[in-house]
């Protein structure tokens, strides 16, 4: 029998249906639950879900819109990467979330550090992008030569890198991270080279396996960043550097942040808290460290530009190997008027509902600790509020402004409650 003209028949029926699909189907403006391959832009409506099939890309010039109660669900045999070159303007809410996740099925202890999906990695095309009550979780795939941002240049390029939740790239763009959750996630959370950025009220935890920061800013960067948990992060809450070469100089604003054993699992120099590198400027106010390795480190080969201000943190250490790398020395930084100790136990914060014996290894997160502070802590009314902030008047993203938070006078990023 012959098959030839069977299978030439089909394979043209085939490329006939894959072109009609491009043409219809892969830009997904639909007002309900849907299902998404290839390019998307438009509005997905509130409360639908929609199924991510493989990579998608939102085109430059156009952009995509997400409704609170969004559930974006990826296929974790497809493993998408969420590529950018538009715009992305995700907006949940406190009661309706969007998420960014995969099928409850995999939410397991033995994934509890993702790579069931890639991330979002936006293009230097991007010109806005928001994540708004927003929780990216269970991603941080490892890319290989067939990956689309390997294929287009994107993030590293390369093939074997782990994917971060969030890669940013235009110097000249705006990026909001707000009121958001990143957790179970390979490696990076986020690593955003260049913006206008603000990242306020976020939480980060359970991510990085073998290395990995919460927050990894580069040159081309001016942040604003105040009011975020980090919780056992494998290497740095905070990696502040001006590698790169982008201008401008990467000026970093860190405030009232509230980081909690980070830097244990990554047992290397590096990691610890807040990293400074490759002459950053850093301004790092009412930082709150509580069983972190080491306190704010430099890179000795390249410190942090003379203008940066360190000033007004808070350390605990439940015991006394945390304490003793704590103390200021070449390259941990003293700040003026930090609150600090050479004794384990000192300066306990008295976080509401927190046992800080927790073992420093730890990456498992309850979500109901709170790090609110008691009455009679040592963080209450020793914070400062009279610096500025790059985005004190705003950064205008689609006709919403976001405002950096203004600086509290406690330590941290919880006061009482």
């Known amino acids: ?46 409360g ?59 939410k397991t202890d033995a994934k509890k550090f993702g790579k069931l999906w890639g991330g979002i990695l936006a293009a230097k095309t991007c010109q806005e992008l928001v994540l708004d009550h927003t929780i990216l979780e269970y991603g941080g795939n ?7 941002s390997v294929k287009q240049g994107l993030y590293k390029a390369v093939a074997g890198e782990n994917v971060p939740a969030l890669w940013f790239s235009n110097v000249n763009g705006k990026l909001i991270v707000v009121n958001s959750i990143v957790r179970n996630f390979q490696e990076d ?32 960067c001016l942040a604003d960043v105040g009011f975020n ?13 001006n590698a790169g070469d982008r201008n401008p100089q990467a000026y970093i604003i860190a405030y009232n942040n509230t980081m909690i054993n980070t830097g244990w699992r990554r047992p290397s120099a590096k990691g610890g808290s807040i990293w400074l590198e490759s002459t950053v400027h850093a301004d790092l106010y009412n ?26 943190n808070l350390y605990y250490g439940y015991d006394q190997t945390t304490v003793n ?43 109901a600790w709170d790090f609110h ?14 610096f500025t902030r790059h985005h004190a008047v705003g950064i205008t993203v689609n006709g919403v402004t976001y405002v950096s938070p203004d600086p509290a006078n406690y330590i941290g990023a919880f006061g009482t409650k």
């Not at 990579?55 to 969004?70: A, F, N, T, W």
């Not at 003026?336 to 730890?362: H, R």
């Not at 502070?373 to 400062?384: D, E, K, T």
């Open 48 to 106: 639908s879900t929609q199924v991510i099939k493989g990579d998608v890309i939102i085109p430059e010039g156009k952009s995509l819109i997400i409704e609170e109660g969004v559930t974006v669900l990826m296929d974790t045999v497809a493993k998408p990467e969420f590529i950018v070159k538009g715009n992305l303007y995700s907006r949940g809410t406190a009661e309706n979330p969007i998420k960014f996740t995969v099928n409850d099925a995999y």
């Open 287 to 312: 930082n709150l460290f509580a069983n972190t390795r080491f306190g704010i480190k430099r890179d000795t080969k390249a410190p942090e530009d003379k203008r940066s201000v360190i000033s007004n």
């Open 142 to 148: 490892t890319t290989s030569d067939a990956s689309t």
């Open 189 to 220: 959370c986020t690593y955003i080279e260049g913006g206008k950025i603000i990242f306020a009220n976020n939480t980060f935890y359970t991510t990085g396996v073998t290395g990995g920061e919460a927050m990894n800013f580069k040159s081309g």
């Open 373 to 386: 502070l008691q009455s009679g802590s040592p963080a209450l009314n020793h914070g400062i509020t009279n």
């Open 1 to 46: 029998m012959n098959l030839k003209p069977i299978f030439t028949a089909l394979l043209l029926s085939a490329i006939a249906i894959g072109g009609c699909r491009k043409a219809n189907l892969d830009v997904d403006t639909s007002s309900g639950d849907g299902s998404a391959l290839g390019e998307i832009s438009g509005v997905w409506a509130k």
């Open 325 to 367: 790398q704590f103390q200021p020395s070449k390259d941990i930084v003293a700040g003026i008027n930090d609150i600090i100790s050479t004794k384990a136990g000192d300066n306990d914060p008295k976080f509401v509902n927190y046992p800080e014996s927790t073992p420093v290894l730890n990456a498992v997160f309850n979500t």
């Open 229 to 241: 948990l980090v919780y056992s992060a494998n290497t740095n809450a905070l990696k502040l550097s």
